[in-house]
């Protein structure tokens, strides 16, 4: 039997208001195992952020069930999808949703000091890894406010990675940032995947993350399509 971390099975998502009804994803289905390392490309308006949306548990799909685990969490209360959503995944936005008066170092640590699980010390060392491994270690005590959009995206990158999430959602993370910082970043995500063993769904227009990525996707006419 696989080991899935994460599956939706016949997803449907509409969105209404009085007039229209938007229908984005139909009868999309997907699986993912512990460890993979999955590109969903598509074009613009597909429902690529939709679909990340309902994985990351931050929106509900009007039709089909969302499993974690192999466990059926359409019915779990917002407590139950705040637990999962802390305690399994990272997220990486396009936007990256830094403080602005914290630094960078202390951007990193907030999650994990929210966490409790680590000393502080222990956690100050990871966060100062994190951001060494993002090219970001010359800028630890620079205010967020005070970096570049491409040096806030590699901080946020780190901060998405420092409770060691088992799964890692990235919606066009590399989608502000130039060719030589993007390439970086993706080789990062590779080394993350391969290191830590960390499963990474991840959205992008980018060929290049695509080719390093073990299952292609491509999101069609509302449903995932494998890609070559
Ligand atoms: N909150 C919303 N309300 C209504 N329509 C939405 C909403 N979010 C997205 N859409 C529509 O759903 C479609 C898919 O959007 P999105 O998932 O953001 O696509 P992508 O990320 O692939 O560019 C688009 O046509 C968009 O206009
Ligand atoms: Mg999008």
Redesign the pocket.
């Known amino acids: 039997m696989s080991n899935s971390i994460l599956k939706l099975e016949n997803i449907k998502k509409e ?1 209404k ?1 009085k007039k229209f009804t ?1 229908g ?1 994803l139909h009868d999309l289905n997907l699986t993912v195992e512990e460890g993979d390392f999955i590109s969903i490309m ?12 309902i994985i990351g548990i931050l929106d509900v799909p009007t039709e089909g069930n969302v499993y974690y685990r192999k466990e059926i969490i359409n019915n779990f209360t917002e407590k139950n999808r705040d637990e999962i959503r802390n305690k399994m995944l990272g997220f990486i936005f396009q936007f990256h949703y830094l403080l602005p008066e914290f630094t960078a170092l202390e951007n990193v640590m907030l999650p994990a000091l929210i966490n409790k699980k680590k000393s502080k010390e222990e956690v100050e060392a990871e966060a100062k890894k994190l951001l060494i491994d993002v090219d970001m270690g010359h800028r630890l005590n620079h205010k967020s406010s005070e970096l570049s959009g491409g040096e806030k995206q590699r901080v946020a990158i780190a901060r998405s990675l420092i409770n060691e999430p088992a799964l890692i959602l990235a ?2 993370p590399t989608g502000n940032l130039d060719d030589e910082t993007s390439e970086h970043i993706y080789q990062l995500l590779k080394k993350i995947n391969i290191e830590k063993k960390q499963t990474i769904v991840v ?1 992008t227009h980018s060929r290049e993350l695509g080719d390093i990525t073990n299952k292609k996707y491509i ?1 069609k006419k509302g449903k995932l399509q494998l890609g070559g």
Do not use: A, F, I, Q
């Not at 598509?42 to 949306?53: A, Y």
């Open positions: 969105y208001d938007v984005v598509g074009k613009s308006g597909s429902g690529k952020s939709t679909l990340l949306n919606d066009e959205v999101l």
